[in-house]
């Protein structure tokens, strides 16, 4: 109890000193203890205006590979905010200055993020038919962003994804030879160098705020950088991120060919086909991964749940879909 | 069978039964928590019945890969040196083949749910 007053006090000096407001805070609870943050809804009243929002702090886990800091991930969401994206808007950002760890405060946005529900559920049907177009329009508007301004953003190109993944999985010491004959395709089907853009990087089902009309916000900046296009469009295809509906590639709700077609439309950027399919390929090593990633860090102790455990064996599941990819095999 | 009834798939049995009794009573986050537990209960029972036979097929397999004899651990590491220097091509039919089948027998006890997506002229 303590702890959520002295929390709310900081909260309330924080706003106050980065939007001169004065604010009373209510309804502190804490949502989730994720891998890498610390998540916190609140009630923000100002003159008798309230405001639900969201607190985001750094949780002293270990990220992946290149996460941003949360300032950098709050300026990144921030600028997809004014460029149009639909994503919640960032009210301040957080730090020692505060005495908080690292974080930022978020306008809160109804709506859901679970995957079997949202590919699955009656309810979001509707929601279904017009979420390719609307993730078209906001991968978009994303690499429509000015890439100079937000210099910030690691630039990764295909060559140093494929050193950092090969790095981190061989430092596991476990011999998994699909990941190592995925890594020879990899470096085989290198797409030319483009033009470095605003990449979200974990643009897929599951980091979807969705609601009966369809996008309501775009979320978990914290793997963005600057990159291919097309690194977007293929992650967000992974059979992963599917839940279930093998059959529509796209999220689980939508066909290839209207979702690159709405892009193409959006962007002015032409899809290239096998671009995506390279980072479709090069996606799902990542997950595989970071699979692995989880279950050594269970293996260490450093974590102490069994989902981490668990999360490794699907391992198999990410092996078989690398080889059905390198044959061309699935819609 | 050297142990008193029951035998350990009885008794094992008989744990999953308990487990799943008490998922109704459970919810939030201790009912998703006994479901990643009744998963790796399951992922363990179905590795006990059929791992080894999987591991010696595809010990096999390597062999007839690599045309060189050794324990699964040697010719997995084999494989993989070879796939990064290039003595081994990664497209290569018989090392898909070959692959494709060690995943599928890993998948039949860690999640034999997850198929592969067919085309025509696979077998059936």
Redesign the interface.
């Known amino acids: 109890m303590s702890g959520s007053a002295e929390l709310a006090d900081k909260l309330v000096s924080a706003w106050r000193r980065q939007r001169g407001e004065e604010i009373d805070v209510s309804a502190l609870q804490a949502l989730s203890t994720g891998a890498s943050s610390d998540t916190y809804a609140f009630d923000a009243t100002s003159r008798g205006l309230r405001e639900h929002c969201i607190l985001q702090l750094f949780g002293g886990g270990e990220s992946f590979v290149s996460a941003l800091s949360k300032t950098d991930q709050a300026r990144t969401q921030q600028a997809a905010f004014h460029a149009g994206v639909r994503t919640p808007e960032v009210m301040l950002t957080v730090g020692v200055d505060d005495g908080l760890a690292e974080g930022f405060v978020s306008r809160f946005v109804e709506g859901e993020t679970l995957g079997k529900r949202i590919v699955g559920d009656a309810r979001y049907a509707s929601a279904r038919r017009v979420l390719p177009q609307q993730c078209a329009e906001a991968l978009a508007a994303i690499h429509a962003l000015d890439a100079d301004a937000l210099h910030f953003l690691p630039l990764q190109t295909a060559h140093v994804q494929i050193g950092e993944l090969a790095q981190r999985h061989h430092g596991y010491g476990e011999d998994l030879p699909v990941f190592e004959a995925a890594f020879g395709w990899l470096r085989a089907h290198q797409p030319a160098p483009t033009l470095p853009r605003v990449v979200h990087g974990d643009f897929r089902t599951g980091n979807l705020l969705v609601d009966e009309q369809g996008l309501r916000g775009v979320l978990d900046w914290e793997l963005s950088h600057r990159g291919d296009a097309m690194e977007d469009l293929g992650w967000l295809c992974l059979r992963s991120w599917r839940f279930g509906c093998d059959a529509l590639p796209v999220g689980g709700f939508g066909e290839r060919a209207a979702f690159y077609e709405h892009y193409q439309t959006a962007s002015g950027i032409p899809v290239d086909i096998a671009a995506v399919h390279f980072w479709e390929v090069l996606g799902t090593l990542k997950w595989g991964v970071i699979c692995q990633w989880f279950s050594h860090r269970r293996l260490r102790g450093e974590i102490q749940a069994l989902e981490p455990a668990v999360i490794g064996r699907r391992i198999s599941e990410v092996e078989l879909q690398l080889l059905d990819l390198f044959e061309g095999r699935g819609p | 069978m050297f142990s008193n009834r029951p035998h350990r798939n009885e008794l094992s049995a008989a744990l999953r039964e308990s487990l799943v009794a008490l998922i109704p009573q459970l919810e939030g986050k201790q009912r998703f928590?006994l479901r990643?537990?009744l998963?790796?209960f399951d992922?363990i029972e179905r590795e006990t019945v059929s791992a080894g036979a999987a591991a010696e097929s595809e010990r096999m397999r390597l062999v007839q890969l690599l045309d060189r004899d050794g324990t699964l651990?040697e010719l997995?590491?084999e494989?993989?040196l070879r796939?990064?220097d290039?003595r081994q091509?990664?497209?290569a039919p018989e090392?898909?083949s070959a692959?494709?089948a060690g995943?599928?027998a890993?998948?039949a006890f860690?999640?034999p749910g997850?198929k592969?997506?067919?085309?025509d002229g696979d077998p059936a």
């Open positions: 928590e990643v537990a998963n790796a992922i651990v997995r590491r494989l993989c796939l990064r290039g091509r990664h497209d090392l898909l692959l494709r995943v599928l890993r998948l860690d999640n997850f592969p997506f067919y085309r």
